[in-house]
């Protein structure tokens, strides 16, 4: 394997079953993600960006399966196909923490109240290298200290609720990184915390990303955050991915309707209280009720009858593609 | 913590003079005393007013409340706990009777309990909306609902009259006989305060480890790639653990105080079955004792509690 691909999604689908009703969580969704780059999925709450993640890492529930599609793992030892692997067998359970790690929403709840910080560190060195118990502790202590928190030898022996919230999110970086994963998927990682921390947790993904290669995929529904962290961007609507390519691509001259509204409606820091916010008119649809066509053209100005198929993705440039049956009528 | 358990003890005695004086209060605002209860209400009408005083004075009753009690407590702080105004047995005999029976059936139930209990919860638990799970949770329902006595008395029934496998009631005196003699008088009531028991902790570990099995730690625990075992019990059932003692923790005193519908569907001598005839025939010196006993119990039991918590969950600070 010559190429820079550490994971591709192609056609995924998940749903979900409850109540008898089929929730067509993702539907039809293909990406690629890259070794020392970073990917980030936005859209709006509810599109389904949790559930890519959980699918990539075969942690959905029950009620739900992978539809169709596939996910590929590019690894040193070949090719895996994640999507085939049973659900917690031994197979997936030697990528999760290893090889492809991820970080939560809430770090106040993502740690087990019960346990150390050290102890929950230490957890994925024991199951996934082969270092004694000695070298183990010194490693938590030494990631720790990487991940920029004071006295780690201290630190190391203390349980999640005598950290801080952006301390305890370090400590999911550190737990998450402590096998140098190839891959590492964060969902919205700083949601729960405050906007210095963030800063600060960004610039150590960003640093993780360049030491050691990693590949990550990063939720947010942050606009700011991808100009400043992404190399290439996704931007979900109801299940599947509208529109994707560079950042260039995406946030200069995007070509979906949806993604535009997206922008237009990020208040821009300076521009004071006069400034024109639009706010994307109507609501997401009944996850349940998903229109037959594109879904996004109750909502689009622009929805003509030819939105009411589901438009086909469409390259119009060699890494920007977007799905969109009126995107030249767009601009 | 040491300091915690110093600080909680020393309130403990204060707390056992106030209640003292509202129990001592409350016998006597009950009407009558222990002398119309010893005699006879046939007899009575046939003896004379002088008579009762007599024997109000030979026991003290006749003095007032006030005197009485300061008298009583004066005694107990000599380490002197009175005799029983019925049977006029030193009260620290009857006690120390009585108590190991009640000890022996508490353990029993505890002991059974705890490990049936958590065990099937947790099972339970795991095997969420399958039969086994909705089957015990049928059973755990009945468990809860069905009396004790009635469940008590098909035990009995059942084992005792018509299989005849098992002795109908009582307890061999300690010492008389060999373990292997009274182990038969223990089956039967120490398997129906067991049962009853394990329903309620069984019910209450299946939801408390469902609940720990829904948080984001475990969704953590498996990104690493954990294997399930270690998901379930190392992470899940740790979790589920506090409230579980919490539980176990509040059913101690009145297992201590004794199980008195227990004690009187299997004629088993504890203190449970003294306490109800003591206050029947307020037999005053050996109510308070019971009380008193029975409210350390609670106090201890509430300790304990609070220790254990504190052992299991790095979250609660004793101070
Ligand atoms: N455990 C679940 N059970 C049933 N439906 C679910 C579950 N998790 C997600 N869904 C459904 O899948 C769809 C996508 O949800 P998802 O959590 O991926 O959204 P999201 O894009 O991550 O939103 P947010 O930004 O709020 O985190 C929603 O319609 C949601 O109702
Ligand atoms: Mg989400």
Not at chain 1, 53 to 63: D, E, K, N, V
Not at chain 1, 103 to 120: E, S
Request: aromatic residues 8%; proline residues 5%.
């Amino acid at each position: 394997m010559t190429s820079d691909i550490a994971l591709s999604v192609k056609d995924l689908k998940t749903y979900f079953y409850t109540n008898n009703r089929c929730n067509k969580a993702i539907n039809g969704v293909s990406f690629d993600i890259r070794r020392g780059k970073t990917l980030c999925i936005v859209g709006e709450s509810g599109c389904g960006k949790s559930v890519t993640a959980s699918t990539i890492m075969q942690l959905l529930p029950t009620l739900s399966r992978i539809e169709a599609g596939s996910i590929t793992y590019h690894a040193e030892r070949g090719d895996i196909r994640i999507d085939q692997l049973a659900r917690n067998g031994a197979e997936i359970r030697k990528i999760r923490g290893a090889e492809i790690a991820m970080i939560f929403q809430d770090p106040m709840t993502a740690l087990n109240p019960v346990y150390t910080i050290g102890f929950q560190i230490e957890e994925s060195l024991k199951y996934h290298t082969d270092l004694s118990l000695k070298e183990i502790k010194k490693k938590a202590i030494d990631l720790l200290r990487d991940m920029g928190i004071p006295m780690p030898e201290k630190r190391v022996d203390e349980y999640p609720h005598q950290f801080s919230g952006g301390m305890r999110q370090r400590a999911m970086i550190a737990m998450a990184m402590s096998c140098n994963p190839k891959i590492l998927i964060a969902d919205e990682p700083t949601t729960a915390l405050d906007v210095t921390i963030q800063a600060q947790i960004f610039k150590l993904m960003d640093k993780l990303k360049a030491e050691h290669d990693t590949a990550i995929m990063l939720i947010t529904h942050d606009m700011g955050v991808v100009a400043e962290l992404a190399d290439e961007v996704a931007v979900m609507y109801m299940g599947n991915i509208v529109e994707a390519g560079s950042v260039d691509d995406v946030l200069r001259s995007p070509k979906h309707p949806y993604t535009r509204a997206l922008l237009d409606s990020i208040p821009v820091l300076g521009q004071g209280k006069k400034q024109a916010i639009k706010a994307i008119k109507g609501a997401t649809p009944d996850p349940y009720e998903r229109p037959n066509g594109c879904s996004f053209a109750p909502r689009c100005d622009f929805a003509t009858k030819e939105c009411d198929v589901m438009p086909d993705e469409e390259y119009i440039s060699k890494s920007h593609r977007i799905m969109c049956a009126n995107y030249k009528a767009v601009s | 913590m040491l300091t915690f358990i110093i600080r909680r003890l020393l309130i403990v005695v204060p707390m056992l003079f106030v209640i003292s004086f509202l129990v001592y209060l409350g016998l006597e605002l009950t009407p009558g005393d222990a002398v119309s209860h010893m005699i006879d209400p046939e007899v009575a009408s046939r003896i004379s007013a002088e008579q009762l005083s007599e024997m109000r004075e030979a026991l003290g009753l006749n003095k007032s409340f006030l005197e009485r009690y300061y008298i009583w407590i004066v005694n107990v702080l000599q380490g002197d706990f009175g005799h029983s105004l019925a049977g006029g047995v030193p009260i620290s005999d009857i006690v120390f009777d009585r108590l190991p029976a009640t000890l022996e059936l508490s353990f029993i139930a505890i002991v059974f309990s705890t490990i049936f209990g958590c065990l099937l919860g947790v099972f339970s638990a795991l095997k969420k909306g399958s039969l086994t799970d909705n089957s015990l949770s049928v059973v755990g329902m009945l468990g809860i609902s069905i009396p004790e006595f009635f469940f008590g008395l098909v035990a009995l029934l059942i084992f005792a009259l018509n299989l005849q496998w098992l002795p109908i009631g009582g307890r061999l005196l300690p010492g008389y006989e060999t373990i292997w003699d009274r182990l038969p008088h223990m089956v039967l009531p120490g398997f129906v305060l067991a049962l009853m028991m394990t329903a309620g902790v069984m019910r209450y570990s299946r939801s408390a480890m469902l609940d720990s099995l829904s948080r984001d730690f475990i969704k953590t625990a498996r990104a690493k790639g954990l294997p399930e075992w270690r998901i379930n019990f190392i992470h899940g059932f740790r979790v589920a653990l506090t409230p579980v003692i919490v539980l176990i923790g509040f059913r101690l005193p009145t297992l201590i105080g004794g199980s008195v519908i227990i004690e009187q569907v299997f004629q088993w001598p504890g203190i449970g079955n003294e306490f109800i005839a003591a206050v029947r025939g307020q037999d005053y010196p050996l109510v308070m004792m019971i009380a008193l006993f029975s409210v350390f119990a609670v106090l201890m039991a509430s300790l304990i509690i609070d220790v254990l918590t504190a052992l299991v969950d790095p979250r609660v600070r004793l101070d």
